[in-house]
């Protein structure tokens, strides 16, 4: 495994649209692996693919509960609103209160192949969006309702 450099706000690669994933291989959990040692390394609870300049439709997630690989996820339903603090590796020092859905149900494929479904909830399902976002070139500060000082994050 290996911490890979993160890319930052400005970098165009953070605006774009990511491809789906077609080959469940060696490749890809190597990269799989290298996301979540970057993410733990950068103290994140979750990390997309373009973040480490790879525009696949992949993300990787950790709110303290283990780790959450989702490979071509969709978010095929979302429900309730959260109002939530929020930061980015992306986007170091910058933090802000955002609006998500407070459930949604996305369905992703793990590093096999496989398909699963998962139901969220609270910050889980905060953190999906967050990360899906990224898929679609679109960052969190879209969303920011109240900017925040990073002593208040
Ligand atoms: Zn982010």
């Given amino acids: 495994?290996?911490?890979?450099?993160i890319i930052k706000?400005?970098?165009p690669i953070l605006t774009k649209v990511?491809?789906?994933?077609?080959?469940?291989?060696?490749?890809l959990a190597t990269l799989l692996d290298d996301m979540y040692e970057t993410m733990v390394s950068g103290d994140g609870?979750?990390?997309?693919?373009?973040?480490?300049?790879?525009l696949r439709r992949i993300f990787v997630i950790d709110i303290g509960d283990g780790k959450i690989e989702f490979i071509n996820p969709k978010i095929v339903k979302t429900k309730g609103e959260q109002e939530g603090s929020e930061g980015c590796l992306s986007c170091p020092g910058e933090y802000g209160i955002t609006v998500r859905p407070m459930f949604v149900t996305v369905n992703a494929y793990n590093r096999c192949g496989d398909k699963f479904t998962i139901n969220?909830?609270?910050l889980l399902a905060r953190a999906i969006c967050h990360e899906n976002d990224h898929l679609d070139g679109i960052l969190f500060k879209e969303h920011i309702i109240k900017k925040l000082d990073p002593s208040e994050f």
Avoid: S, Y
Wanted: charged share 30%; proline share 6%.
């Fill in 45 to 54: 609870v979750g990390i997309a693919a373009p973040q480490v300049g790879i």
């Fill in 1 to 5: 495994m290996a911490i890979r450099n």
């Fill in 9 to 11: 706000e400005g970098d």
């Fill in 18 to 27: 990511c491809r789906p994933v077609e080959r469940f291989d060696e490749k």
């Fill in 120 to 122: 969220a909830e609270g």
